[in-house]
């Protein structure tokens, strides 16, 4: 094979505040320099790992996938005094990538003491598929190099040799121009040499070039609460964490120069791959005598046959209503979304049996008879003209989405029921992350700065109330930015440190709303990950739109305190007046309800209560429901402004002529 670097340990923003690279910057740098693969280990997580395989294989560079763990000798040991370590791990195929799950998920729990720790033990029972290395400085054989402990330093290697073999353990070596960097190389060699290991150069990088280190320094102090004038502040002093060109490696290692092409071979070695464009989804109870198909088409075929008896629709309209829901149904079969119907419509239901307050439906997913046939939703698309291509379209295949309002009180009992159902262990949470916006990084550069709070306010106050507005936009947009990043040189240093961190993942959280249920236990098949210790409730690694294209089923349990206000008013109403009101049964043309809205008396009202709809409200003076669902669709930034929502309102009380051309 052609001898080629890798970089095989890189840390990217997902290194929260410790990592500076954007993994779309990584990659078209491998680009740049031909690299054939490259490869991320961030601390103690893989966060980015779908991101970085999407990025990596678009631009035609091999992704390699690791991470940079934490390691205790025995985790059981709970002791301030008893260190933690570093210990590279690779992926090598995808049994190695289930232990590595397996391994975090013990990390986040059995583990966890300070930090997300793994120990020898466990590290041997999931060691297959994966590949080593012996880290940082901060490594456990590093260390005791360091320490002059050679007896243990050979226990622990020839430990790591038995269990992983020749071919799957290699030592480190890093080329930084710093003393103990130094000397911890010419013990690692003779190591090696000892051995007969081989041994990779590496670069614990951090940021992508020399030019990012005392931004990469900032983020340091963000991230530990520090100012830059701090002395004890932490640092990476003299260590050189860019990433370097394998020009530069190959010159810091003239004497060893297959220590850097050793990295080539560990690349190649990889195969491991995620399953885009495959499904993962649960094995929803279905009755014996019928197949997951039959048992779908039925309870289609029942709900759409209850509501024609109850003359939901008008009796003509019947072969229309039954060529629509064929055609769905077929739909959803040919894309392999059964599943995905079953397990929404058993907890919908079974959520209504509870008397739990459950939205109607809103979004695409409105567009779906079968949604409405399987009570999914409340709302019959063809009395709308309501797509379904919208929500379900076979020429741009994405997965299902369907948002579910539940009461807000009430929306836990849900998904404990989904957990009783498919198992506490395949189902939970999912992560969401916070990123440096333009605002946010401002604040948090001037406070590490040592800017006085007064002026970082003046400075983040100036930048305009907008959506994901970057700092570029909020200069272009207010002159009085770059009038004093021009005349004040501590505000342009504040600027340019901004600049490179702007966008920077900053912190991890649990979700609000969302949800993954998987068909195996999730420990065995995806990386979990506690991002609060308050409550030792495990999330799924993996953001919502990357769990949905490696196929596991994610939906939002939305919880919507106006749901509990109605359910409440309800009660309050049957309990005073002994009136039952059924809500799908309401009249949707009381004109003393429409009075209400054409005064723009709709606090309370969801998606109707800002000042600006109520003005809308009142400028329209809406008629009928259809009205309602125009302003509802209407009142969005784009329309906004150009204008579409004025010219919308002059036509309706035809003021403006429509010029319809049929």
């Known amino acids: 094979m052609d001898k080629h670097f890798v970089h095989l340990h890189l840390h990217t923003e997902f290194s929260l505040l410790d990592g500076a690279i954007k993994i779309n910057s990584l990659v078209d740098m491998a680009k740049q320099q031909k690299w054939k693969a490259v490869g991320i280990s961030d601390h103690g997580n893989i966060f980015g790992a779908v991101k970085f395989f999407k990025s990596a294989k678009k631009a035609g560079v091999k ?38 799950c397996q391994l975090m998920a013990f990390a986040q ?11 020898y033990k466990i590290l041997q029972k999931y060691s297959e598929g994966l590949i080593i290395g012996t880290a940082c400085l901060g490594g456990h054989i590093p260390q005791l190099l360091m320490k002059n402990d050679y007896e243990q330093a050979y226990q622990r290697t020839e430990w790591l040799l038995d269990i992983f073999g020749q071919d799957r353990f290699y030592t480190e070596v890093q080329p930084h121009p710093e003393k103990d960097q130094i000397e911890l190389n010419k013990k690692i060699f003779e190591l090696s040499k000892k051995y007969n290991t081989k041994t990779i150069a590496t670069c614990d990088s951090h940021y992508l070039t020399k030019e990012d280190y005392y ?62 464009g495959k499904l993962f ?38 072969p229309e209503y039954v060529k629509r829901l064929e055609w769905e149904m077929n739909t959803i079969i040919q894309m392999e979304y059964i599943g995905y119907f079953l397990v929404v419509s058993d907890f919908i239901r079974w959520a209504k049996e509870q008397s739990i307050p459950v939205g109607p439906g809103r979004g695409s997913a409105a567009g779906s008879l079968v949604a409405w046939c399987l009570k999914i939703t409340n709302v019959d698309p063809i009395k709308y003209n309501l797509l379904f291509e919208r929500f379900l379209n076979p020429e741009r295949v994405s997965m299902p989405d369907i948002d579910i309002d539940f009461c807000v009180e009430r929306r836990e009992e849900v998904i404990n029921y989904v957990k009783d159902k498919y198992g506490h262990d395949c189902v939970c949470q999912i992560i969401t992350f916070g990123t440096m916006m333009a ?30 507005i970057s700092l570029h936009d909020s200069i272009k947009q207010e002159p009085k930015l770059k009038e004093m990043i021009d005349n004040n040189p501590s505000v342009k240093e504040l600027f340019d440190i901004s600049f490179k961190l702007e966008g920077l993942t900053r912190h991890a959280s649990k979700h609000a709303a969302g ?148």
Not at 72 to 88: G, S, T
Request: hydrophobic content about 35%.
């Open 215 to 276: 931004a990469h320094e900032v983020l340091l102090a963000i991230g530990t609460k520090k100012q830059m004038s701090d002395p004890k502040r932490m640092t990476f002093g003299n260590f050189e964490c860019h990433v370097k060109t394998t020009q530069e490696m190959l010159d810091f290692f003239p004497d060893n120069p297959e220590v850097v092409w050793n990295t080539g071979e560990i690349a190649d070695k990889c195969e491991f791959e995620f399953e885009f």
């Open 439 to 468: 605002k946010g990084v401002i604040k948090d550069v001037a406070r590490a700065l040592g800017f006085p709070f007064q002026d970082a306010k003046t400075l983040t106050d100036l930048i305009p109330n907008q959506l994901k």
């Open 63 to 100: 992704p390699i996938l690791g991470t940079e763990m934490y390691m205790a000798p025995d985790v059981n040991i709970k002791d301030i005094n008893q260190k933690y370590f570093h210990i590279l791990i690779i992926v090598q195929n995808k049994i190695g990538y289930q232990n590595l």
């Open 515 to 662: 949800v993954v249920i998987s068909p195996t236990p999730l420990k065995e098949v995806l990386p979990l990950y506690i991002p609060s210790k308050a409550s030792n409730e495990l999330v799924v690694q993996y953001a919502m739109t990357e769990l949905e294209e490696v196929g596991f089923l994610k939906m939002d349990f939305l919880g919507l305190k106006n749901l509990t206000v109605i359910q409440e008013t309800l009660e309050a109403i049957e309990q005073k007046y002994n009136i039952k009101i059924d809500l799908d049964k309401i009249n949707l043309d009381d004109e003393k309800t429409f009075d209400l809205l054409r005064a723009g008396n709709t606090s309370g009202v969801f998606q109707f209560e800002s000042d600006g709809i109520k003005d809308v409200m009142r400028k329209l003076s809406p008629q009928a429901f259809e009205d309602l669902i125009a302003v509802n669709a209407l009142y969005r930034p784009g329309p906004l402004g150009s204008g579409m929502v004025d010219d919308f309102i002059e036509r309706r009380h035809g003021r403006k002529k429509n010029n319809l051309h049929v």
């Open 109 to 119: 729990t059995d583990g966890y003491y300070f930090k997300p720790r793994i120990d």
């Open 281 to 318: 989804f649960p094995q929803s109870p279905i009755p014996k005598k019928y197949t997951e198909e039959e048992f779908f088409k039925k309870l289609s075929r029942d709900g759409l046959e209850e509501f024609n008896k109850e003359n939901l629709f008008p009796e003509e309209k019947y």
